[in-house]
């Protein structure tokens, strides 16, 4: 190995750790940044279709299975990381019309 791919070997490692320490694309960071940005889409008291909505143009699928319930998701890549998944699950009213609980599930990532 020459002398110029072993420094550059090293930057990249050396890299990786510092941002691997500051959270930087981690999934503990992409949770936090998802809990931050949430309220701005999906809040308790809005409208079903307007919380779907907002959740579909921000990248999320959303599907509504038998009960009062939806789950919203989308698959992201990180910094270090090859994907990760981030659900939404919002807890309906009895008639399906406004979302009375939201929980932001841990995001799964999968490594490189």
């Known amino acids: 190995m020459s002398p110029h791919a072993r420094r550059t070997d090293c ?24 809990d931050r940005a949430t309220p701005s889409m999906a809040a308790p008291g ?9 959740l579909t143009r921000a990248g999320f699928a959303c599907q509504a299975p038998a009960g009062h319930a939806a789950t919203c998701s989308r698959t992201r890549n990180a910094y270090l990381i090859a994907g990760c998944m981030e659900r939404i699950d919002l807890g309906l009213d009895v008639q399906d019309r406004t979302v009375e609980r939201v929980t932001v599930q841990n995001v799964l990532c999968a490594g490189l």
């Open 11 to 34: 930057r990249l490692a050396a890299f990786a750790a510092v941002a691997g320490l500051a959270g930087c694309g981690t999934a503990t960071s992409l949770k936090e940044e998802l």
């Open 46 to 54: 809005m409208p079903r279709t307007d919380a779907v909505n907002h």
